[in-house]
């Protein structure tokens, strides 16, 4: 069964730095998707990048990219130059391309420091 | 056009009620999930919707818990003789299954306290 692992349970970032959060999966598919999403404290949940496994070059949407390193089952997330509206919860999230369920981390608790 | 709407946005009910909640996903998302989110903790999957196929259950914590879906719109999730553990956020989320990489588009959530 597909599994996602984020090992740390919370961080915190000084503003304007760069901070990275961690994902780790487990799937025996050779397609997939990968996300992250955040939830501020609104707890509206938002997509904050998507990653196809089948692309090699990694996601980026302005000040989010990610590091996917496939044989690794890796897909962490970088943020530079973090604002304070960057403090939330984020997870990580798996998904088949075929018709499934998507799995979700146990989520990152992200602070951001002024 | 309109997102993912939950209601009620926060419902108080006493142990032992039934409780319904309401999703409705946005149009043409034949997909539609349910979770669960404990105060601080990650979301629980607990039920999910595909088009006409059978829904997938596994994460349906016990027999007092059960949903339904009409076709490919409305979705309640009902709670029967509630117990103050189901205390939560519930949240909704819809998704087409081919477009935009199968992203889940979430509501506000309906947030459930029983006394």
């Known amino acids: 069964a597909q599994t996602v692992t984020q090992s740390q349970p919370e961080m915190s970032v000084q503003e304007a730095e760069t901070v990275t959060l961690s994902c780790t999966y487990d799937?025996?598919?050779?397609?997939?998707?990968l996300f992250w999403y955040k939830q501020p404290p609104s707890r509206q949940m938002i997509l904050v990048i998507r990653?196809?496994?089948?692309?090699?070059q990694n996601a980026t949407e302005n000040r989010f990219s990610v590091n996917f390193q496939k044989a690794a089952k890796s897909f962490s997330l970088k943020i530079s130059d973090s604002q304070l509206g960057d403090a939330a919860m984020y997870f990580c999230?798996?998904?088949?391309?075929?018709?499934?369920?998507?799995?979700f981390g146990p989520g990152t608790s992200l602070s951001v420091i002024p | 056009g309109a997102g993912v709407s939950q209601s009620p946005s926060n419902k108080v009910t006493e142990k032992g009620k039934d409780v319904e909640l309401r999703c409705d996903p946005i149009s043409g998302h034949t997909a539609l999930y349910w979770y669960r989110q404990r105060l601080g903790q990650g979301l629980e999957f607990l039920i999910y919707?595909?088009?006409?196929?059978?829904?997938?259950k596994s994460g349906l914590p016990s027999d007092r818990f059960s949903a339904e879906r009409t076709g490919e719109s409305v979705s309640t999730l009902t709670i029967q003789r509630t117990q103050q553990e189901d205390s939560a956020v519930y949240l909704c989320?819809?998704?087409?299954?081919?477009?935009?990489?199968?992203?889940?588009?979430f509501g506000p959530g309906t947030r459930l306290t029983v006394t």
């Open positions: 989320a819809s998704s087409h299954p081919l477009a935009g990489g199968r992203e889940q588009y």
């Open positions: 919707f595909q088009g006409n196929s059978a829904p997938d």
């Open positions: 799937t025996s598919e050779s397609d997939y998707y």
């Open positions: 990653q196809e496994a089948y692309k090699q």
């Open positions: 999230a798996y998904s088949k391309t075929s018709y499934d369920k998507v799995i």
